[in-house]
């Protein structure tokens, strides 16, 4: 053997080092995510506070962050949420996660039944296949939001008044930010909702199901962070909001209807103040469902025709078609 012909001795340290930059890493990941779920837990408990000195009531039965090493998670138990003006929502356990390294970005999930509370109407059970909510970006004023129900049903408790939807196949809620944060997008659609006997959306319908998809734009987005008893909109409302861009599209069946307005405002009662135009492919029905049916209604749904622009105004807390009062206008609080 020549000495060229010798083996090749490596170090040690060569055959360690790539083990230490390994361990280095996981080390300081390990040191990030305890840093990261500290500081969940902690804003979390902070956020709650304040949410109570400012008169809402939060219960959570417990909160607990695992999902290391690639997750925050953040496990509330069963939770209880209640504004000052009486809505809230509940259920027996919520948990909110976000990638370890896209803290900004969280997903709330419902795993059971929702408990929705309205004042002065009672209790509805919200059941389906899955409540989920998301906030994208929530280091800026306005984050971008997203709630989603699948296939939910909704059933009063007790002798809760009944929600205007029985069920439906899907229900989704998104807001983003408008332009230059003064100002919130919203867009909300349903897939095949069904009304409750004798309701508004079971009257306009001639199948019973209702798809819908609506957008608009909530001006003077500030006034949603003021304070009232009466909730959200409320306030948002009497600080100076208004929707403005409104477009939607209704379907029914073989029933279509493009529905515009350009600026819609609540009253002080929080009914809607404002005009809104629809064009129908067979108005007749619409018609007659906001006049509540009977003879009155059979005679404005004649006068309808087939496939007109029909505007409809809300004011002094009713809704008219010309000269008539077919029904009062929508509450928006």
Not at 71 to 91: F, K, M, N
Request: no cysteine; charged share 25%.
């Amino acid at each position: 053997m020549t000495p060229t012909d010798a083996p090749v001795r490596h170090s040690r340290r060569d055959l360690i080092l790539p083990f230490a930059v390994v361990g280095l890493i996981l080390l300081a990941w390990t040191v990030w995510w305890f840093v990261l779920a500290r500081q969940v837990e902690t804003r979390a408990a902070a956020r709650i506070e304040a949410l109570r000195q400012t008169g809402w009531t939060v219960e959570t039965a417990r909160r607990s962050v695992d999902g290391w090493p690639f997750r925050v998670r953040l496990d509330l138990g069963e939770t209880r949420v209640l504004a000052p003006s009486g809505h809230g929502i509940e259920t027996p356990r919520l948990i909110a996660e976000a990638n370890a390294w896209a803290p900004l970005a969280w997903v709330a999930i419902a795993p059971e039944d929702l408990i929705l509370t309205r004042p002065d109407k009672g209790r509805v059970r919200i059941s389906g296949d899955g409540a989920r909510m998301s906030l994208v970006g929530i280091d800026r004023p306005w984050p971008r939001f997203a709630l989603e129900l699948i296939r939910p049903t909704f059933t009063p408790l007790g002798r809760s008044e009944a929600f205007p939807i029985s069920r439906a196949g899907h229900v989704s809620l998104e807001t983003k930010p408008g332009p230059q944060d003064e100002a919130v997008d919203v867009l909300f659609q349903m897939v095949e909702g069904r009304g409750r006997a004798g309701g508004p959306v079971e009257g306009v319908t001639d199948s019973g199901l209702l798809s819908a998809r609506i957008e608009f734009r909530m001006q003077n987005a500030e006034g949603l962070r003021t304070p009232s008893n009466d909730g959200l909109m409320a306030g948002w409302s009497r600080s100076g909001g208004r929707f403005t861009h409104v477009r939607g599209i209704l379907e029914s069946g073989e029933n279509r209807a493009l529905i515009e307005s350009s600026d819609l405002s609540a009253r002080e009662d929080g009914r809607l103040e404002g005009r809104i135009t629809m064009r129908a492919d067979r108005p007749a029905a619409v018609v007659s469902g906001l006049a509540g049916g009977g003879e009155g209604a059979a005679r404005l749904a004649g006068a309808a025709g087939s496939d007109v622009a029909l505007t409809l105004e809300f004011r002094d807390g009713r809704a008219f078609l010309g000269p008539f009062a077919v029904a009062p206008a929508p509450r928006l609080f």
